[in-house]
T-cell receptor, first 117, second 113 residues
Framework: DTGVSQDPRHKITKRGQNVTFRCDPISEHNRLYWYRQTLGQGPEFLTY????????KSRLLSDRFSAERPKGSFSTLEIQRTEQGDSAMYLCASSPLLGDSANYGYTFGSGTRLTVV | GDSVTQMEGPVTLSEEAFLTINCTYTATGYPSLFWYVQYPGEGLQLLLK?????DKGSNKGFEATYRKETTSFHLEKGSVQVSDSAVYFC????????????FGRGTSLIVHP
């Protein structure tokens, strides 16, 4: 297992276009998180899954954002009708079961950098 | 709600200098505390952690002690190297918050030869 993988690493898109990112977590990790990071800021929580269930969504996740984890393995994050304010690094992280997460920490992917022009 | 406050950067040091990056937190209950490091163009890597009061986390020469009385988790290293140049994030995770990590804004460290 090579850790958390994210694809693509970089995405440049025109305003108004839709984009989709993929995250492959560590295979035995049940929990998967999406974060957004803008320049000079820490990661901001967007949403998380436990297996295939999306258990919590941040207020940052507007109606244009949707995330799925259909089989409890990989996840996708889609942004519809992109805006320039969506430009950021989108990070995915995974962790083991509830209760172990606090002790184990979280494994992050390298992120997808989105630039909306 | 939960929050993490870090000292503002950048922190600029010469090689072999002593490093301290301050971190304080606000949370109910007993959170677990973490330091993550982010190198340019990469995701975050877990550097060290502490899960209860007075625990000391350590890794690669870095240390941090969980101080509940001062709600702090300051990061220290006795002798920094150029390769330590990165952004460091303090974070907490709490059972009442579904274990979703809350991060500070990050502190940039620049180490000169």
């Amino acid at each position: 297992d090579t850790g958390v993988s994210q694809d693509p690493r970089h995405k440049i898109t025109k305003r108004g276009q839709n984009v989709t990112f993929r995250c492959d977590p560590i295979s035995e990790h049940n929990r998967l998180y999406w974060y957004r990071q803008t320049l000079g800021q820490g990661p901001e929580f967007l949403t998380y899954f436990q297996n295939e269930a999306q258990l919590e969504k941040s207020r940052l996740l507007s109606d244009r954002f949707s995330a799925e984890r259909p089989k409890g393995s990989f996840s996708t994050l889609e942004i519809q009708r992109t805006e320039q304010g969506d430009s950021a690094m989108y990070l995915c992280a995974s962790s083991p079961l509830l209760g172990d997460s606090a002790n184990y920490g979280y494994t992050f992917g390298s992120g997808t950098r989105l630039t909306v022009v | 709600g939960d929050s993490v406050t870090q000292m503002e950067g950048p922190v600029t040091l010469s090689e072999e200098a002593f490093l301290t990056i301050n971190c304080t937190y606000t949370a109910t209950g007993y959170p677990s505390l973490f330091w993550y490091v982010q190198y340019p163009g990469e995701g975050l890597q877990l550097l060290l952690k502490a899960t209860k009061a007075d625990d000391k986390g350590s890794n690669k020469g870095f240390e941090a002690t969980y101080r509940k009385e001062t709600t702090s988790f300051h990061l220290e290293k006795g002798s920094v190297q150029v390769s330590d140049s990165a952004v460091y994030f303090c974070a907490l995770s709490r059972a009442g918050g579904s274990y979703i990590p809350t991060f500070g804004r990050g502190t940039s460290l620049i180490v000169h030869p």
